[in-house]
Nanobody, 126 residues
């Protein structure tokens, strides 16, 4: 198995944008059928944000981010991205990328993902 590393978090004003990236070292993302982003706010459960099927680029989003966030993947760069626009204070959380090793569904359950990054903090100021 490889390792996942997130980057791109930071502090932004409400209404602003950030782009998160997730790279896989020691393995190509094409070995993982699904790549996803989850987030965990302070004192909250980890929740699903978005997922992408690596082979087809098919996507799935949580209702809370639909229309504001875009998940994508770059096969050549071996990288997955999460473009976040019109950010709101409630988007403040640690964001994690995750890879599903088996299965072809864009699952919203964190237990279905075996490989995780260390997380990157996103803070949205009001």
């Amino acid at each position: 198995q490889g390792q996942l590393v997130e980057s791109g978090g930071g502090l932004v004003q409400a209404g602003g944008s950030l782009r998160l990236s997730c790279t896989a070292s020691g393995q190509t993302f094409s070995r993982y059928p699904i790549m996803a982003w989850f987030r965990q706010g302070l004192g909250k459960e980890r929740e699903f944000v978005a997922a992408i099927k690596w082979s087809t680029a098919g996507t799935h989003y949580a209702d809370s981010v639909k229309g504001r966030f875009t998940i994508s993947r770059d096969v050549v760069q071996n990288r997955g991205d999460l473009e976040m626009n019109n950010l709101k204070p409630e988007d403040t959380a640690v964001y994690y990328c995750a890879a599903r090793l088996f299965g072809s569904d864009a699952s919203t359950l964190d237990g279905d993902y075996a490989l995780w990054g260390q997380g990157t903090q996103v803070t949205v100021a009001s």
